[in-house]
């Protein structure tokens, strides 16, 4: 009696120190497997979101129609469609452009003919002495009519000449032609946000595909090491370690699954989905190496079709011509009026009359106004250039650093998938050495930990090397026209 609980003792000692070895392991594993599960980032996913940002609007739109109650099939060429169709970030673009437009008829309006005509008939009698007449003479009325008069008349005024006006004109289409740009950026960042989540989604599936498989070994290991344990041929200490690699597979597989679900509404949130419409992806987006690139060539073309590149230019030259708006407004202007009409009792008894002038405004003095507002442009002036020199920098650097991470990611998916398949053999080697009883399946469960770290390092470099390629055509301005191309998604 005190035998069998002495070595109940004992086994109670061997649970408690495997508890205390395996438990920190597998929850660091655990930690460190959910992160990147939930989570499969490397330096290119990282500047996606710095560049757009948690709350960026880029990733929300306006929802359209109604749930279908069917599984909609998703392409890539048709998320990155309706991404460019519903995406909020885009339609405040095109509000802005608008707003811009309006600015610019704005300025239009004053060097343009102000053309109206009016109708009057009015009725009256005058007070001659109120007019200042003093003398009485006989038979001269001091009170005249009442009498009535009728006046159809067309009235023109036009600025001929104010330089303030044409500079304004001038500097507002330039700001046009930089909205216009800024929604061709805008565009492209759609591009970019779509493609992100869509890839995050084919990462997360494959995490999940991975995690299910893990969870299958898993559960072989166990049933294995139960069997061994019944027959007699193998220690407690090994169900139970099976046991506890069994379960953090499961639980690994339950936290890749809410954020396979979680990336899904995001997705669909970016594209405009209505909420409520059940999807899945249609493509799984391979590797395909990118050939035919170089740097010297790429930075060309960001300089050549970026469009905020392009805006950034323009707005620089918009801010110029506003300064010189300002200084014009020392300059003398010319306007001019006229005006035809018919007068008389009725039109019955009418005449045509008419009246044209032109005059000059010299300015004289204008208070400290206009070197105010040369001041204001100037400071302005100075910004848009510091900002477009700020932007040359960066369009170089965000070339480069595409290059960099494709280069990289290219390797580390060359690098993970040998990886992978080393830690597959190591697996079955190890299965077979413990199914002989050469050695316990401590070996086993380390085995099979790489290879759960191999499958996710191969997914996560997957997705890093996609992403970087949306990213370099997003670097060189051309992320509308080449996504699809470079990512080989219909």
Known sequence: ???????????????????????????????????????????????????????????????????????????????????????????????????????RLRSLNELLPNVNASISQSVEQVNLRALGFKFNLPGFPVIVGPFGIQDARGNVTETLFDWSSVEKLRASTERLSAAQSSY??????????????YLQVIADSSTVESQQAQVSTSQALYQRARDQRTAGVSARI???????????????????????????????????????????????????????ISLDKALQDAYMNRPDYISAMREVRAAGLSKKAASAENYPSITSAANYGDIGPNFGNSHGTFAASASVNIPIFQGTRVKADVLESDAALQQKQAEFDNLKGRVDQDV???????????????VAKSNMEL??????????????????????????????????AYISSLYAFN?????????TGIAEQAAKQYLGGK
């Open 238 to 292: 090994d169900e139970l370690r099976a046991q506890v690699e069994l379960q953090t597979q499961q639980q690994r597989l339950i936290a890749a699954r809410d954020q396979r679900s979680k990336d899904m509404l995001s997705l669909a949130r970016a594209i405009g989905l209505p909420a409520g419409q059940e999807f899945a992806l249609t493509g799984d987006l391979p590797y395909t190496p990118l050939d035919g």
């Open 1 to 103: 009696m005190f035998r069998k609980e002495q070595l109940t003792g004992k086994r109670r000692q061997i649970l408690l120190a495997s508890i205390l070895i395996f438990a920190p392991v597998a929850a660091q594993s655990l930690s460190a497997q959910t992160a990147s599960t939930v989570s499969p980032l490397t330096s290119p996913a990282t500047s996606v979101s710095n560049v757009l940002g948690p709350q960026n609007p880029y990733l929300g739109s306006v929802p359209t129609g109604a749930p279908t109650g069917t599984v909609l099939q998703l392409s890539l060429s048709e998320a990155l469609d309706r991404g460019l169709k519903h995406n909020l970030g885009l339609i405040e673009s095109d509000v802005a452009t608008r707003t811009t437009r309006a600015e």
């Open 184 to 197: 061709k950026s805008s565009r492209d960042l759609v591009v970019l946000a779509v493609a992100n989540a």
């Open 423 to 456: 830690a597959r053999e190591t697996l079955t080697e190890s299965q077979d050495r413990f199914s002989a009883g050469v050695t316990d399946n401590i070996e086993v469960v380390q085995a099979q930990e790489s290879v759960s770290s191999a499958d996710q």
């Open 400 to 414: 480069r650093n595409a290059f960099f991470d494709l280069d990289s990611a290219s390797e580390l998916v060359n």
């Open 467 to 475: 992403i970087a390629k949306v990213q370099l055509a997003r670097a």
